[in-house]
């Protein structure tokens, strides 16, 4: 005689009870996770529970329980003297190991894209290695009279918009024993290779915030470039737009406005804060 086969339980349906309490949990968790990124926005360094429930419109009771949570897992620091509260070391950690993870190349490229699709000319990005910039990645103009670059190839760091915008925001010392160097590399005729020169134009670079060339570093191009910062304002790497010197003009019009946007954008992306 065939053994019967068993009927299978049904999975219980939730029931309304069940979904509410689901439903508190998640908005438990986004409280908690406002509360968390309100430290990661603010340019205070700690912060006070009535100060986090004015900003985001909770009780002080609310806060102060999502703190004690926050705490448990050392996410949250709290000074026992003062009783304001500051990012710990978990949220440190959590910050380091996404820049860690992070592609600068992989961020950049839809900004270079939209870039050369704005301007109509070539944008780049490059990295620093040493007292070298190289170019890492580029999106080419489609116009028939284009400018194209080498990359992974090094350029000394007085050649060219891209090298300058990097030497300019390096810290003091680096940029004196660099141009303490003699002599400066001449790539064209129109590399910068006086010390005194360079640095006033360093300092124009600072002031503005980017970086001009006609011919510095290749002979009948033109190009403009800025910087782009991490959470240490330090700079990380180099966008820039380049034309034939003939037809584009570093410096002006909107080009500049869209160069300097995209550097902000992904400046803040690694955690720089303006």
Avoid: C, W
Avoid at 44 to 50: E, I, M, Y
Avoid at 57 to 74: D, F, N, P, Y
Avoid at 207 to 235: C, M, N, W
Wanted: glycine share 6%.
């Amino acid at each position: 005689m065939p053994t019967p086969t068993p009927t299978p339980t049904p999975t219980p349906t939730p029931g309304p009870a069940e979904d509410e309490r689901q439903s508190r949990s998640i908005a438990a968790v986004e409280r908690a996770m406002d509360v968390l990124l309100h430290f990661g926005r603010t340019e205070q360094p700690d912060l006070g529970v009535t100060e986090i429930a004015t900003a985001l419109g909770l009780t002080k009771a609310a806060v102060h329980r999502i703190l004690t949570a926050l705490r448990s897992r050392e996410l949250i620091t709290v000074d026992p003297s003062t009783r304001r509260y500051a990012l710990g070391p978990a949220a440190v950690a959590l910050g380091r190991a996404y820049l860690a993870r992070t592609d600068v190349r992989a961020m950049a490229a839809p900004e270079l894209r939209r870039l050369s699709e704005r301007t109509r000319e070539t944008a780049t990005l490059s990295l620093r290695r040493g007292d070298t910039r190289l170019y890492v990645d580029q999106v080419v103009s489609g116009q028939e009279l284009r400018l194209e670059v080498s990359l992974g190839i090094p350029s000394p760091l007085n050649a060219g918009a891209s090298s300058k915008a990097f030497l300019a925001f390096l810290p003091d010392f680096e940029v004196d024993a660099y141009l303490a160097r003699r002599p400066l590399a001449a790539v064209t005729d129109q590399t910068i290779t006086d010390p005194a020169t360079l640095r006033k134009d360093l300092a124009a670079i600072r002031k503005r915030g980017y970086a001009t060339s006609l011919g510095e570093r290749q002979a009948g191009a033109a190009s403009v470039a800025a910087p782009i910062f991490d959470h240490d304002a330090r700079v990380v790497a180099v966008i820039s737009v380049a034309g034939p010197a003939p037809r584009f003009e570093p410096g002006t019009g909107q080009t500049v406005a869209d160069l300097l946007a995209a550097a902000s954008r992904l400046s803040v992306r690694l955690g720089h804060q303006p």
